[in-house]
């Protein structure tokens, strides 16, 4: 099974406060728009890169589904199309396979978001993590740790 989920969008991963506020719904991001210029070609792109089943229809949209139930769900639009940013939260083999593929496809990719570290991975929170475009420029990224993680 896959396992790439939405980075930092399941409430386990970082637990309430204490103190915090005391009620029995919990809040889970349900799914995103992704603008795009080709909805099949951007949802390939990613299910391809990521090893996620085929994205589905949903009217208008092309829904891309991650293992935590999150959804990207990708619309065309024919305007300017501002660039996003969509991070993954990867096992280590799923890190493996789609870094394999980036790699074989010979797709640029970062050690960081300003895109300074080409073809290069970082090691934040002692997982591995990189940044990758998608054909419409979306800043992607993947990484094994999430965001202070790692102490
Ligand atoms: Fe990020």
């Known amino acids: 099974m896959t396992r790439a989920i ?4 399941t409430t386990g991963l970082f637990p309430r406060p204490a103190g915090g506020k005391n009620h029995d719904m919990s809040v889970q991001l ?11 070609k951007s949802a390939a792109f990613l299910t391809g890169i ?9 009217g208008r949209f ?6 935590n139930g999150v959804s990207l769900d990708f619309a065309e639009a024919s305007g300017q ?24 496809q010979d797709l640029p ?8 570290q080409r073809q290069a991975i ?3 929170d002692g997982g591995r993590g990189l940044y990758f475009e998608d054909p419409d420029g979306h800043l992607l990224e993947i990484i094994t740790r999430p965001y202070g993680s790692g102490g």
């Open 30 to 40: 349900n799914h995103t728009i992704v603008s795009c210029r080709d909805q099949q």
């Open 81 to 104: 199309i501002t660039a996003q940013h969509y991070a993954f939260l990867v096992g280590e083999r799923e890190f493996d396979e789609a870094f394999g593929r980036i790699r074989e």
């Open 109 to 116: 990719y970062w050690a960081d978001p300003a895109r300074t």
């Open 122 to 124: 970082n090691r934040r």
């Open 50 to 58: 990521l090893g996620l089943p085929p994205a589905t229809r949903f």
């Open 62 to 67: 092309l829904v891309v589904q991650a293992d």
């Open 6 to 9: 939405v980075a930092g969008l």
